[in-house]
């Protein structure tokens, strides 16, 4: 049921495939940190991935990098790796004060279960996901063409949930 097997991915898969794995390589990059802060600018909201997710606790920190130099800008970053975001929290103790981290729901219509060792961390959120009953504040990109226009909700700590599609 992923969004990212169908739609524009699919139909625009010749051209979204080749830059998602330009962009996975680029990963690796010494300049990629650098070159995040330029590319961010003066931006005040910054959503990563709108596919894909971390490759590893390595990659968590270079994105925590990413927000610590751009301290003007609010980042929400989803992600299903748990154990990464855990692992992280165990070598820093805390997240970068302007990044959101929001754990996905591994499954519709079923609450997120916050791993013990991430309770009470600030800026871990969570993502749910419903088909009719809302597990959380409801998005509102549906009801307005797939846009979040001027919401903001998930740059915050609010339990967010999203109609499955
Ligand atoms: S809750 Fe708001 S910010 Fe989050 S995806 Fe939906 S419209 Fe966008």
Known sequence: MCYA???????????????????????????????????????????????????????????????????????????????MVKEYIAKHGALPKNLIVRLSAMYVDKAVTVPASLQGIANIAISNVHTTKPIGTVCNAPAQQGKCLDCRECWTEKTISYKAH
């Open 5 to 83: 097997n169908k739609g524009n991915y699919l139909q625009y898969a010749n051209n979204i495939e080749p830059a998602q794995h330009a962009r996975l390589d680029s990963l690796n990059d010494v300049f990629w940190i650098d070159s995040m802060v330029v590319s961010i600018g003066a931006d005040s909201y910054f959503r990563w991935h709108d596919s894909g997710d971390l490759q590893g606790l390595w990659h968590l920190e270079k994105i925590a990098q990413v927000a610590q130099q751009t301290p003007h800008c609010l980042h929400w970053l989803p992600t299903r790796e748990y154990a």
